[in-house]
């Protein structure tokens, strides 16, 4: 047998094998799981967008390779419409901006565009896994930054040893952010920026929740909101999560030009961009798009999972932002064993905090888009099997 490449052995195992195990089982036992750990939108894509690409696949323009430097034309400018008008952030399209195909795609090849064997990347943990995984698939070194409830979620920037920042590359967060929900003010940006430019590090902030928040009058902010951040600073938007286009796979970078022509000369390399009937779509999205009935439905599902969790003495914090509810594991159970008993005693699927990293560890993420749910009954239904089949000390 011929021997894989050794950076396939830097991939962890996978920590969920146990609970997908046993919802295969629960499933072909014929048991009715409520699921609260798929970490999709589980709305349809608005008509609006539907419509938009019907018509832009029409176009006999669309239908071949997309040879622009950094994505469809038309996309890119809607990109910094849409920038201007939610940040009043003033982006070039033409240096500032290029189309991912999804922003996971773009986290990935920005470790493999920035990172050597032996560069080390600030990680915060708990955190997405793309950002540990694939600056150790380029050989990079991880430095792990704690995301402690106390300092709600936020990574303690002057805790970093002044030796380590010097070393590191770069700088990876996630806000709003999965797993905990927590929303970075703009005065923890700020921050951040200044560290960066301080160790001449690339900050990539992955925004894939920005626009999944449940406060009008309190939206998440974006890092290239402070004022030199296009210095140091590179943000990844999802339209997954803006607009319910998963399947689309589209998402944009923004920010510092030396970062963004660094990933597109990689991605160049690579893939041949989106089918451009898509980004037209996309772009309509950007500049038209109204996604505030899945939000409000968000809304619902978040407050009947809270409220009736917290009836049961819980303690869950509501978030301001993402679809995912942090809550703590009772004593006596790590995030697994406590994740097993959800799933068998009451068929409630959730996800153990340890997959997210060490720090994860006592905690769950329960997921507010739950398939097969209308207006929050299945939601209610999963706080009904809780209260009933496992009590909480």
């Known amino acids: 047998m011929i021997a894989r490449a050794q950076r396939l052995e830097k991939l962890p195992p996978y920590l969920f094998a146990e609970i997908a195990t046993l919802k295969r089982k629960a499933i072909a036992e014929g048991r009715d799981l409520i ?39 038309p996309f890119l400018e809607a990109v910094a419409t849409w920038a201007g008008r939610r940040f009043d952030v003033s982006i070039d399209p033409a240096k500032e901006a290029m189309l991912l195909i999804g922003s996971k795609e773009g986290l990935a090849h920005l470790a493999w565009a920035y990172i050597d064997p032996g560069d080390l990347a600030l990680v915060p943990d708990p955190a997405y896994t793309v ?3 694939n600056t150790q698939m380029a050989g990079g070194d ?11 979620f936020l990574p303690d920037l002057t805790a970093i040893p002044s030796d380590v920042a010097r070393k590191a590359k770069m700088l990876w967060l996630n806000y709003p952010n999965n797993p905990t929900g927590a929303v970075a003010p703009l005065s ?11 160790y001449d590090l690339l900050l990539v902030n992955d925004a894939a929740y920005v626009e999944c928040y449940y406060d009008p009058a309190n939206r998440p902010p974006s890092v290239l909101q402070v004022p030199g951040s296009k210095d140091v600073a590179i943000e990844l938007h999802s339209l997954s999560k803006m607009f319910n286009m998963t399947g689309w796979r589209l998402g944009f970078a923004i920010g510092n030009p030396d970062a963004i022509a660094a990933l597109n000369k990689l991605k160049s390399n690579l893939d041949s961009k989106q089918f451009p009937a898509i980004s037209m779509a996309g772009a309509h999205a950007l500049l038209h798009g109204d996604n505030r009935p899945t939000l409000e439905l968000y809304r619902r599902r978040r ?15 509501k978030p301001d932002a993402t679809f995912y509810v942090w809550a703590r594991v009772p004593g006596g159970y790590t995030s697994i064993e406590f994740a097993k008993v959800l799933l068998e005693r009451a068929g409630v699927l959730v996800i153990p905090g340890i997959g997210y990293g060490e720090h994860g560890e006592g905690y769950i993420r329960m997921s507010l ?5 209308r207006n929050g009954e299945r939601v209610a239904e999963a706080v009904a099997r809780i209260r009933q089949y496992v009590p909480r000390d």
């Open 131 to 133: 950002y540990r995984i």
């Open 35 to 73: 699921d609260l750990g798929i970490g999709d939108p589980d709305q349809p894509t608005p008509n609006s967008i539907i419509d938009a690409l019907k018509e832009a696949a029409q176009d006999p323009e669309t239908h071949r390779y997309d040879e622009t430097p950094a994505g469809w034309i």
């Open 369 to 373: 888009t739950v398939l097969g749910d």
């Open 188 to 198: 923890f940006y700020a921050d951040a920026v200044a560290f960066a430019r301080d």
């Open 303 to 317: 407050d009947i999972l809270c409220d009736g969790l917290n009836a049961l003495g819980w303690n869950v914090r």
């Open 142 to 152: 991880v430095y792990v930054m704690p995301l402690r409830e106390q300092n709600g």
